[in-house]
């Protein structure tokens, strides 16, 4: 048994393809092959050390969600950290094994909603669990894998649609799990969590413009090109994702516990200064990639605390 998550966070962050192949092969048994754990604490353990060792652009079950939430958090995290590497890593360049193994990742989910599991594969062992104690709707992330199957045969949106559709599979069910497992069920809320993720999303794209697009991946659709030309299309989908910034805001209004509320604060607002970085490079984006710099996180706290402030102050005078 192998106690540690491979690569450092990513399973495939790894010097050659050989060793990719390796960690996935194991990793794409039913057992977990040498990833096997022989309990639920340690399935959670194991996902939880993935979870922490992976750089992303937003926290990931970070300290300031309730802590009876970050396991399962953790758990869907390592489901999709391994299906997204499986999708866009080096360890194949064979389309038909990466679907294949993407079919092996529905195995997963699928057994991992028919009863709790105790040992075995690490990520369904902890999904079960959490599934079954949270209640998880599977359908999300059956979605997940719908878009990573897009991944794997991408071709350029022609539409806004085409990238709203694409959104609704790779980054909408994320918050509506993440909904599920705080125990919100309040349609609103879904809805502004969607308009959330797909601007989280959307806002990865453009930050990515300098290194996806050397690798043939352009999501600025082909409809805003024609219509505003390259400069100002880029310009239009800057301007349509604050406005999905602006009508999901207020899902952090609906949740009930203040941890869950700050954290969602922290990933709006860092979403929107990150969005901000790329206004402010504009036709620097197609060959430059936006940081966030110490300056933008003390900006993004003093919003987080304002916005708890204003919140609590409308709570005293309902």
């Keep these: ?17 050989t060793s990719q192949r390796s960690v996935l092969t194991e990793l794409l048994q039913s057992d977990g092959g040498t990833y096997a754990v022989s309990s639920v604490t340690d399935a959670y353990a194991w996902c939880s050390r993935l979870a922490v060792s992976h750089y992303e652009n937003f926290p990931v079950a970070s300290k300031l969600l309730p802590a009876s939430m970050r396991p399962h958090v953790t758990a869907v995290y390592a489901y999709a950290r391994l ?28 057994a991992a909603s028919v009863h709790p599991l105790e040992q075995g594969h690490p990520i369904a062992v902890a999904l079960s669990q959490s ?32 990238v709203m559709q694409y959104c609704r599979c790779s980054a909408n069910p994320v918050g509506r799990i993440v909904l599920a497992i705080a125990g919100v069920r309040d349609i609103r809320a879904t ?26 991946r352009w999501y600025l659709p082909l409809e805003l090109v024609d219509s505003f030309g390259q400069h100002g299309a880029l310009l239009e989908a800057l301007r349509r994702t604050q406005t999905l910034f602006d009508r999901g805001r207020i899902v952090a209004l609906l949740v009930p516990s203040i941890r869950l509320r700050t954290e969602l604060h922290a990933i709006i607002h860092g979403g929107e200064r990150m969005l901000g ?42």
Excluded at 280 to 306: N, Q
Aim: aromatic share 8%.
């Design 131 to 162: 599934i079954a104690n949270k209640a998880i709707p599977t359908a999300p992330l059956h979605d997940l894998l719908l878009a990573f199957r897009q991944d794997v045969d991408f071709k350029r949106p022609a539409t806004w649609e085409d």
């Design 83 to 110: 299906a997204d590497d499986i999708a866009d890593e080096d360890w194949t360049h064979d389309q038909t094994e990466r679907h294949a193994a993407l079919q092996t990742m529905q195995q997963l989910v699928e």
């Design 277 to 318: 970085l790329c206004r402010d490079l504009g036709d620097e984006l197609w060959t430059k990639r936006p940081i966030l710099r110490k300056a933008d996180y003390f900006s993004i706290a003093w919003r987080v605390a304002a916005d708890l402030c204003i919140h609590d102050r409308k709570s005293e005078l309902a």
């Design 1 to 17: 048994m192998n106690d540690e998550p491979p690569c450092g966070g990513s399973f495939c962050n790894m010097a050659t393809s």
């Design 191 to 216: 809805e502004a969590s969607d308009d959330i993720c797909t601007a989280l999303q959307l806002v990865n794209f453009w930050q990515d413009l300098s290194i996806d697009i050397p690798r043939g």
